[in-house]
């Protein structure tokens, strides 16, 4: 089958990755096309064929759009799929132009990767939505493919940022209110164990969040180090990992956790309220959390062992293969 995937590059975050993991996948036994930014190119395996495009030209301009229409033309693919809402219109006019030229009917498919209400999603032929809460905001022609991620061996390596004597913690995300990052740092204050922390993500809130840590002299304790493309070597080499969220659509650091942490806890956010039980969820507060870190600290093995039967649970179901199986066949049914 001959793919495309359209992708409006932002930066390298959730969205991002899980296309990324869906064209190198899928690019083993089908031909796969991106339109996208030249920067995702380092992400992409060398069967991928990447269009460097720019999607943020005027969606209405007619120049753009015929332009668009010879390139889809050029590429005839089976099936379009599109990962960001703009993509959506532009991919849509675009394929009915190209019909007018000539061309046969490309279906499009549109993945939802947020929670945010966009009337766009009513044009795609086939929708699809990464859990009930996304599908509930997606028009009737919908259906529900959880998210996964390709599984990247952690790599050992020396220095204390990945292997601390102390208790070693990590959360994950984008450095925005949402997050929570503010809530572990001040639960991680009065804990009753030592600890280190190193948070990684970068975002609006990161100046704050370093005031914060050096208001609570948590400057040799909490360390923010940036984004980083290994996070699977930190998170194997930790003791726990926190997901502090107010809300996600779904959440990939939990997948990250389910790889690669001996241990996560999180709030009941995205995939979480799934596969965690309830000794592994807690309130977003920093009390129910400063609780929960005392309880986890004290009971280590105890929780890893919960932990342990969520990791075996999930292995097949954030399994890439399964996932690209499932667009497949949802592929087809628009053929």
Same mark, same amino acid.
């Given at each position: 089958?001959?793919?495309?995937?359209?992708?409006?590059?932002?930066?390298?975050?959730?969205?991002?990755?899980?296309?990324?993991?869906?064209?190198?996948?899928?690019?083993?036994?089908?031909?796969?096309?991106?339109?996208?930014?030249?920067?995702?190119?380092?992400?992409?395996?060398?069967?991928?064929?990447?269009?460097?495009?720019?999607?943020?030209?005027?969606?209405?301009?007619?120049?753009?759009?015929?332009?668009?229409?010879?390139?889809?033309?050029?590429?005839?693919?089976?099936?379009?799929?599109?990962?960001?809402? $703009?993509?959506?219109?532009?991919?849509?006019?675009?394929?009915?132009?190209?019909?007018?030229?000539?061309?046969?009917?490309?279906?499009?498919?549109?993945? $939802?990767?947020?929670?945010?209400?966009?009337?766009?999603?009513?044009?795609?032929?086939?929708?699809?939505?990464?859990?009930?809460?996304?599908?509930?905001?997606?028009?009737?022609?919908?259906?529900?493919? $959880?998210?996964?991620?390709?599984?990247?061996?952690?790599?050992?390596?020396?220095?204390?940022?990945?292997?601390?004597?102390?208790?070693?913690?990590?959360?994950?995300?984008?450095?925005?209110?949402?997050?929570?990052?503010?809530?572990?740092?001040?639960?991680?204050?009065?804990?009753?164990?030592?600890?280190?922390?190193?948070?990684?993500?970068?975002?609006?809130?990161?100046?704050?969040?370093?005031?914060?840590?050096?208001?609570?002299?948590?400057?040799?304790?909490?360390?923010?180090?940036?984004?980083?493309?290994?996070?699977?070597?930190?998170?194997?080499?930790?003791?726990?990992?926190?997901?502090?969220?107010?809300?996600?659509?779904?959440?990939?650091?939990?997948?990250?956790?389910?790889?690669?942490?001996?241990?996560?806890?999180?709030?009941?956010?995205?995939?979480?309220?799934?596969?965690?039980? $309830?000794?592994?969820?807690?309130?977003?507060?920093?009390?129910?959390?400063?609780?929960?870190?005392?309880?986890?600290?004290?009971?280590?093995?105890?929780?890893?062992?919960?932990?342990?039967?969520?990791?075996?649970?999930?292995?097949?179901?954030?399994?890439?293969?399964?996932?690209?199986?499932?667009?497949?066949?949802?592929?087809?049914?628009?053929?």
């Amino acid at each position: 089958m001959k793919i495309l995937h359209t992708l409006q590059w932002k930066q390298f975050a959730g969205t991002e990755k899980v296309c990324v993991d869906l064209c190198n996948e899928m690019a083993k036994t089908n031909e796969v096309f991106l339109l996208s930014d030249e920067k995702i190119a380092p992400y992409l395996s060398e069967r991928v064929n990447l269009i460097k495009f720019n999607f943020e030209h005027n969606r209405y301009n007619p120049l753009f759009l015929l332009q668009t229409a010879q390139l889809l033309i050029k590429i005839s693919p089976d099936i379009i799929h599109c990962h960001n809402t $703009k993509e959506i219109e532009i991919m849509y006019r675009a394929r009915n132009l190209a019909r007018f030229l000539g061309s046969r009917k490309i279906g499009v498919v549109a993945t $939802k990767h947020t929670l945010q209400v966009k009337k766009n999603y009513k044009l795609a032929d086939l929708c699809v939505a990464v859990l009930e809460d996304t599908k509930e905001i997606l028009p009737t022609n919908s259906i529900i493919i $959880k998210n996964a991620m390709a599984y990247k061996k952690p790599k050992k390596r020396g220095g204390r940022e990945y292997r601390s004597n102390k208790f070693s913690i990590i959360s994950a995300a984008r450095l925005s209110a949402p997050k929570g990052m503010d809530i572990i740092i001040k639960a991680l204050a009065d804990v009753n164990f030592d600890f280190e922390c190193t948070i990684f993500g970068s975002g609006e809130e990161e100046e704050n969040l370093k005031d914060l840590i050096k208001e609570l002299g948590l400057e040799e304790k909490i360390n923010i180090a940036g984004f980083t493309d290994h996070l699977q070597d930190y998170l194997s080499a930790c003791n726990l990992q926190i997901i502090a969220s107010a809300f996600e659509a779904y959440g990939l650091t939990a997948i990250d956790g389910v790889y690669y942490s001996p241990l996560l806890i999180s709030t009941a956010v995205g995939i979480c309220t799934e596969i965690l039980p $309830k000794e592994l969820l807690f309130e977003r507060d920093i009390l129910s959390l400063r609780r929960k870190l005392n309880e986890v600290y004290e009971n280590y093995e105890e929780f890893k062992a919960i932990f342990s039967k969520v990791k075996e649970k999930c292995k097949g179901e954030f399994d890439m293969s399964n996932v690209v199986n499932q667009y497949i066949k949802a592929y087809k049914s628009l053929l």
